[in-house]
Nanobody, 123 residues
């Protein structure tokens, strides 16, 4: 199983950018599809983005493509989420996840979760 630790969250003004990082450990990382999810207060956890084990295929939640970019570095066992043009509605706890299935869905099955990192966007 892949263990995950997120970092990079914080407070940013609307229109700003943040890059989240996810440090992974475990032998299966390089063969694991990975994803980012987020959960805002009072709302269900929602899919943000996913990336295939090779990095060749990505998928994004509705309205996020174009502002958010997921990437990975298998040599460093890291996954990243670059977030640009942030809006107050992007405020949430962001979770990194190792996926149990494919990336061609916005409801992927998750094998393991990180602890989350808080992102707050002020207006």
């Amino acid at each position: 199983q892949v263990q995950l630790v997120e970092s990079g969250g914080g407070l940013v003004q609307a229109g700003g950018s943040l890059r989240l990082s996810c440090a992974a450990s475990g032998r299966s990382f390089s063969s694991s599809n990975m994803g980012w999810f987020r959960q805002a207060p009072g709302k269900e956890r929602e899919f943000v983005a996913s990336i295939s084990w090779s990095g060749m295929t990505t998928n994004y939640g509705d309205s996020l493509k174009g502002r958010f970019t997921i990437s990975r570095d298998n040599a460093k066992t890291m996954v990243y989420l670059q977030m640009n043009s942030l809006k107050p509605e992007d405020t949430a706890v962001y979770y990194c996840a190792a996926l149990a299935g494919g990336v061609y869905t916005t409801t992927p099955r998750v094998a393991s979760w990180g602890q989350g990192t808080q992102v707050t966007v002020s207006s």
